[in-house]
């Protein structure tokens, strides 16, 4: 796909390229303190396939379609909504890739004309709810573990931001595609007949979507129990929080992978006792993983380890502290001006650079810049206000969350869904995408300033009365 075809050539020249700068043992020690992160997007990318392999995702489609059949503005806002709460328990990149299929072919079941309205409130959506817990988006895992957040502690702090950047959002797409869907003629009711998923068991909730649900939702238990600083600390034999690093999210990413194990082992299970029962369908063993490992984001890994090596490099040249001055001296003029700054200069670097290395700059400004002996921000900005670090941490992880909605660049997964959008035209349609790159630009310049000014400032009063 597009992103593969990016992220491996590219890993690799800044590879090459930062390896100049550095040695060996700090090379070493830098891919090791982030292997973690890889693993744990994998971890969850595992159980949110599996959870759609068994048609969880689908039969979700399906009830959304049906909240919103009969209007056009209605099935907007359930579209909105439904995604948001999907991905707030899940993962943004798998919801998107999963659900918009789903989407495009339940709507031209129901022909409505024009879906564009509803896949930019998909994409809105996901790429909004996934700030909400740890483990919606690949960026939470970096600036969570560089801020030493627990499970629980994450989502604690981020309730405000993912409220008000939701609610905001959906007002300001509600504005921009209203008119739009208004136009559409949406069914007054789908029957299974009429709009059924790409599979006919996906239509009707199942004993194994219990299975799947179930495991899922003990891994977002285990997570809220084990994935705190003094839980962690206990794990791994620590006795001070501070002295902890990224041991919380390494610990978070054990946990996934316990239960992508636990959910594997059951998946493979039941693909035995098919081939043995001589199933309608069957599908050898081989087969289902090999279908399984071809959904996974595999190319995620060279491409965040290979932007970890490059930024590692450009820290030995002092630029990466030199990079947090600007937003210094924006906290120096005042806390709402600084979480606009950090917000603003989030979703540029966002769609400058893409959001996993855009986070990885963050982490750097974060902890400092090792080769200049320079201090982090965290110090820093804590020497100004007390609330000002707290400021930073949250509209960072708005702006590495919510940036991916004004360029497809901005994330991996944006990428994909372009072209999936592009590969899924019925006959006779031109062979330009269901959302353009320019229109999606177009879109995101309207919904992305608005609602990241509301949000950061939304974040600075909250941490203002909160003390």
Known sequence: GAAATLALPLAGQLFGFATVSIGAADLGAELFGHLHVPILILAFAYLSISLDEDGVFSWCALRMMRLGAGDGTRLLVAVFLSVSAVTFFTSNDIVILSMTPILIHLGRKAEIRNLTPYLMALFVAANTASMGLYVGNPTNIVIGGAAGLGFLEYARRMVIPTVVATTTALAVVYLVFGRLSRRNRVPAAYSMSRATAPRDDETRWTRPMTIKAAIFGACLVALAILG????????????????????????????????????????????????????????????????????????????FLGFCVLLRGIEETGLVGVAGDGIEDAFRAGPILGSLATGVYGVITVNLLNNIPATLLFEKLWLGDASAARVGLEA???????????????????ASNFGANLTFVGALAGLMWLRILRDSKSPGESSRALVSPREFVSYGLIIVPVVTVVTCSAIALARLALG
């Open 380 to 398: 820093r900005l804590d020497a100004l206000h007390p609330a000002a670090a707290d400021i930073f941490v949250d509209a960072s992880l708005f």
């Open 228 to 303: 705190n600083p003094t839980a962690a600390g206990a794990l791994v034999g620590v006795n001070h929080p501070g002295e902890l690093g990224s041991g919380v999210s390494m610990v978070i990413a054990a946990v996934s992978v316990c239960f992508a194990l636990g959910a594997a082992l059951y998946d493979t299970g039941r693909d035995l006792r098919r081939r043995s029962q001589k199933d309608s369908n069957p599908k050898s063993v081989t087969a289902a993983w090999r279908a399984r490992l071809g959904r996974m984001p595999f190319e995620v890994v060279p491409f």
